[in-house]
């Protein structure tokens, strides 16, 4: 192997004994009483370079899991709204009617819930609630 110096004064090298070189990288496991080697594992390049894409691909699902599909308002304040709005008449309703508006006033926290995100909720409440009236109106 040659070794040289990069742009960034970082050691490299380069296999300059045949065009396909293999590369391995390996992993030692010492003891930490004694610091004799436990175990050794070698990886070779593919493998690296496969194992890292999946830990990024693994990570940023997750992520985009949480960004997109975590919208919930903490339990009490879902359960309050939702209280709230099916509860909103003064007179005596049908049973079937009372599940009709259940069901309405579930699509309109839903969509509200999917358009403004908790902390918004806190600081503007007057603005989820025009977006909750609004919601109600398209779920009909």
């Excluded at 080697?37 to 699902?61: C, E, N, R, T």
């Excluded at 339990?75 to 005596?92: G, H, I, T």
């Amino acid at each position: 192997m040659i070794c040289h110096m990069d742009v960034n004064n970082s050691m490299s090298e380069k296999c300059q004994c045949a065009e396909n070189a293999e590369t391995r990288a390996t992993v030692k496991f010492y003891c930490k009483t004694c610091s004799s080697v436990i175990d050794k594992i070698q990886i070779k390049k593919p493998l690296k370079a496969g194992a890292i894409a999946a830990v990024l691909a693994y990570g940023g699902s997750q992520f985009i899991d949480y960004a997109i599909t975590d919208n919930r308002y903490p339990l009490d304040v879902e359960y309050a709204v939702l209280e709230a709005c099916a509860s909103s008449y003064n007179k005596p309703m049908a049973y079937r009617d009372y599940g009709e508006k259940r069901e309405l006033c579930l699509c309109a926290m839903e969509d509200t819930m999917n358009e403004i995100s908790y902390v918004r909720f806190k600081v503007d409440e007057s603005g989820f609630l025009e977006a909750f009236e609004n919601n109600v109106q398209s779920c009909k």
